[in-house]
């Protein structure tokens, strides 16, 4: 072979180890952008994980129950507690409706609790009307509790009735609550107490546990 072809077969041979020298490396730069892309469309998923995280837990509801015996009545007691924690940072109202919430929407179920009558009057006619100041709290009429921010509120109840009063329950922002009303809910008709007593399905029967209860707090 002589010098010429020599020289040829050399430069070819260059040209090849160099070629595929810039082909590694274009290619070590495109998998180093697909690694770079997968990482920051990981890192947007945990993100929007964390988010969705949040947000759902920004009310959460803890379930127990408990049994005793009552040794005056000879009888066993099963109570059912249905906490609500706010881990949000803003107010939630909750109240018990009449009815199951089914698949309501938030503004059906504030216009049947605060506007529609329930006799001569709506709650938020009687909280118009001044009706309120001397009456009785009534669930599913004028019950209502403001869940503070990192507060909790527990309903108590017999275990036999639990299906029948978690049907029921109302859990709500208060601002959206208060923008539907048109108007700031005044604290004095926010159930005060951290908890509380659900008995019976009779509304009379839970009316009146719950005035023997103020009376006697009052008498104390």
């Given at each position: 072979?002589?010098?010429?072809?020599r020289?040829l077969n050399s430069?070819?041979?260059?040209n090849f180890?160099?070629d595929?020298?810039?082909?590694?490396?274009?290619?070590?730069?495109s998998?180093r952008?697909t690694m770079?892309t997968?990482?920051?469309?990981?890192?947007l998923?945990?993100?929007?994980?964390?988010?969705n995280?949040n947000?759902?837990?920004?009310?959460?509801?803890?379930?127990?129950?408990f049994?005793?015996?009552?040794?005056?009545?000879?009888?066993a007691?099963?109570?059912y507690?249905?906490?609500?924690?706010?881990n949000s940072n803003?107010d939630y109202?909750?109240?018990?409706?009449?009815?199951?919430?089914?698949n309501?929407s938030?503004?059906e179920?504030?216009?049947?609790?605060?506007k529609?009558?329930?006799?001569?009057?709506?709650?938020i006619e009687?909280?118009?009307e001044?009706?309120?100041d001397?009456?009785?709290?009534?669930i599913?009429?004028s019950?209502v509790?403001?869940?503070?921010?990192?507060?909790?509120?527990?309903?108590?109840i017999?275990k036999?009735?639990?299906?029948f009063?978690?049907?029921?329950i109302?859990?709500?922002?208060k601002?959206?609550?208060?923008q539907?009303l048109?108007?700031?809910i005044?604290?004095k008709?926010?159930f005060k107490?951290?908890?509380i007593?659900?008995?019976?399905k009779?509304?009379?029967?839970?009316?009146?546990?719950?005035t023997d209860?103020?009376?006697?707090?009052?008498?104390?």
């Amino acid at each position: 072979m002589d010098n010429q072809s020599r020289l040829l077969n050399s430069d070819e041979q260059w040209n090849f180890s160099t070629d595929k020298y810039f082909y590694e490396i274009k290619n070590l730069k495109s998998i180093r952008n697909t690694m770079g892309t997968r990482f920051y469309i990981l890192i947007l998923l945990f993100m929007s994980s964390v988010i969705n995280l949040n947000a759902q837990n920004e009310i959460s509801v803890d379930t127990t129950s408990f049994c005793y015996l009552n040794g005056i009545t000879q009888q066993a007691q099963a109570i059912y507690e249905y906490r609500i924690i706010n881990n949000s940072n803003e107010d939630y109202l909750t109240w018990v409706s009449l009815a199951p919430i089914n698949n309501k929407s938030d503004m059906e179920l504030v216009h049947e609790y605060f506007k529609s009558r329930k006799g001569d009057f709506s709650f938020i006619e009687m909280m118009y009307e001044n009706l309120l100041d001397k009456r009785p709290i009534s669930i599913g009429y004028s019950f209502v509790k403001n869940i503070a921010v990192g507060k909790t509120f527990s309903y108590f109840i017999d275990k036999a009735d639990a299906k029948f009063y978690k049907e029921r329950i109302v859990i709500l922002k208060k601002k959206d609550v208060e923008q539907y009303l048109r108007m700031q809910i005044d604290e004095k008709y926010f159930f005060k107490s951290s908890c509380i007593y659900l008995i019976g399905k009779n509304s009379s029967n839970i009316d009146s546990s719950v005035t023997d209860r103020q009376s006697t707090q009052q008498e104390k």
